[in-house]
């Protein structure tokens, strides 16, 4: 983090490459990130103290060029701006706060997830560091789910799917679901208690159940009511004149 210099002009987002031009590797890297940010915006939507980004540039030091982590979660600044302007970038010294944990997504071809991310990540003082790579574990010598926690300056692997990361409280792990008609093991949200948070098809599927529960009681009801009429003609009495 950087020392605060109050005679030091600090660039702006706006004077800052917010695109390197370059492609992400695979569609997973956006599409994991984004589907945790929906979860977040469903759990947390009356909130304003925290910011998911996605494929956004990190600026640490306006001298060096942004690092790029798929996924990052900041605690303690303002999801919505007061001018309700999206960021470019992400400015450390602007935010005044960095990232609690980081996402990276191992890709076709390897990008230093287990080194030199590891240390950069680390020198930053981020708290946790989830790597997912389900496609090139093997080739990587690594789990397909690591959770790491920074303790004194070095991460440590912390067991188990998932895992509790106290600090930003919440859990992360691994579970098959289906997202944008996709089914395959996704990054899910979780309690202290291992319970998994919905995602957005999960709550759009419960009013869905609901609503059809609802619709079901009702034409029951009518058809009760129906056959307790017709059993009332059938012993000669008009419900009409009760």
Known sequence: MLEHNPLQIFPTEFDLPDSDDQPV???????????LRAILALLWADRNDWFLGVNLGLYYDPKQPAIGPDGFLSLGVPRV???????????????????????????????????????????????????????????????????????????VRQPGNSVWMEAVGLGIGVEAGTHEGITQDWLYWYDEQGNRYPAPEDAIAFERNRAERAEQQLEEERRSRQALLEKLRQMGIDPDEL
């Open 25 to 35: 590797d695979n569609e997973l890297q956006l599409l994991l990130p984004i589907l």
């Open 81 to 155: 701006r007061p001018n309700g302007k999206l960021r470019l970038s992400y400015l450390a010294w602007q935010e005044n706060v960095m990232p609690q944990w980081v996402l990276e997504i191992g890709s076709q071809k390897y990008g230093g997830e287990y080194d030199e991310k590891m240390r950069d990540y680390a020198n930053l003082g981020i708290l946790y560091y989830t790597i997912y790579n389900p496609n090139h574990w093997r080739r990587d010598r690594h789990d397909s789910f690591e959770v790491y926690r920074l303790i004194n300056g070095r991460y």
